[in-house]
C-alpha cells in the first residue's frame, strides 16, 4: 500500500508541474514520516523514496535507525536542550526562524569543526497567527546572519501556509514567497539550485503550480496505522 501511496503522489506532482510547464524532476519529495510505522518507512525506502522528514527530533532518530542509508530533514523548530541531537540526526534543518537558534547551532557546529551545515529560513507571511518563523521584512537580516556564518549555509527557504483558507489566497501566500526567492537567486545571495519548500498534504499541488521545488507530504503517504 505504501508503494501505491508514493506513485499517486508522483503522479500527482507530475501532472502539477506539467500543468504549469515545469518537470516532475524538479520537484523533490520529503515524505514525512510522522504516522509512519517501521514497516511503511522500509516498504517507502522499497518503492525507491530516499527523502524523509519529521518534526521531532526524538521520532527522526528512532526512525533514523531504521532507515540509517535515507536522507532525513528536521522540519520543526529546535529547543534549545535538543539541538545538539537534531543536528546530530538531520542532515538539513528546514526551520530556521530565528537568530537565538542559529547561535546555538553555530556554537555547537564551531565545537565540533563540521562543514557548513545546511539550513532552510523559515518564513512565516502571516505573523499575526503567532506561528514560527522570521517575517518577510526580516528574511534579508536572518539570511545575512547565515551567509556571515563559517558554520551554517542557507540552502533555501520554507513556509507553511496557513489552513482552511481560499486557494485564491494560498497561491496569494505561495506566489509571494516565490516571488522573494527569485529575487534572492537574481541577486546572488540564493543559489540557483536552492530549494523552496512549500506544501503539504493538502496543499502541495498549489504550491507546485507556485515555485515550489521541495514539498512535504505526510499522511498522504502514511497514514495511521489503523488505516491499512
Not at 11 to 39: E, S, Y
Not at 84 to 90: C, E, K, M, T, V
Not at 198 to 209: K, P, Q
Request: glycine share 8%.
Amino acid at each position: 500500500m505504501t508503494a501505491e501511496r508514493l506513485a499517486e503522489i508522483r503522479h500527482r506532482i507530475d501532472q502539477a508541474a506539467v500543468k504549469v510547464g515545469r518537470l516532475g524532476a524538479d520537484v523533490q519529495l520529503v515524505a514525512v514520516a510522522k504516522t509512519a510505522t517501521p514497516q511503511t518507512l522500509r516498504e517507502a525506502w522499497q518503492a525507491g523514496q530516499r527523502l524523509f522528514g519529521h518534526n521531532r527530533v526524538q521520532s527522526l532518530e528512532e526512525h533514523r535507525a531504521i532507515l540509517p542509508d535515507a536522507q532525513w530533514h528536521l522540519l520543526g523548530p529546535l529547543q534549545g536542550k535538543k539541538v545538539r541531537r537534531g543536528l546530530a540526526a538531520a542532515d538539513l534543518f528546514q526551520a530556521l526562524g530565528e537568530s537565538r537558534t542559529l547561535e546555538r547551532m553555530e556554537r555547537i557546529l564551531a565545537e565540533q569543526g563540521a562543514t557548513p551545515y545546511p539550513v532552510l529560513l523559515q518564513v512565516n507571511l502571516h505573523p499575526e497567527d503567532g506561528r514560527y518563523g522570521c517575517t518577510l521584512d526580516d528574511l534579508d537580516r536572518l539570511l545575512d546572519e547565515v551567509c556571515a556564518s563559517k558554520q551554517l549555509r542557507c540552502a533555501g527557504l520554507m513556509t507553511l501556509a496557513l489552513a482552511n483558507v481560499a486557494e485564491s489566497e494560498l497561491r496569494s501566500i505561495f506566489a509571494k514567497l516565490h516571488r522573494r526567492f527569485q529575487d534572492l537567486q537574481s541577486e546572488g545571495r540564493l543559489a540557483p539550485n536552492a530549494f523552496l519548500s512549500m506544501g503539504m498534504s493538502a496543499d502541495f499541488e498549489t504550491a507546485i503550480e507556485e515555485g515550489a521545488n521541495l514539498v512535504r507530504v505526510g499522511r498522504a503517504i502514511f497514514p495511521s496505522p489503523t488505516a491499512d
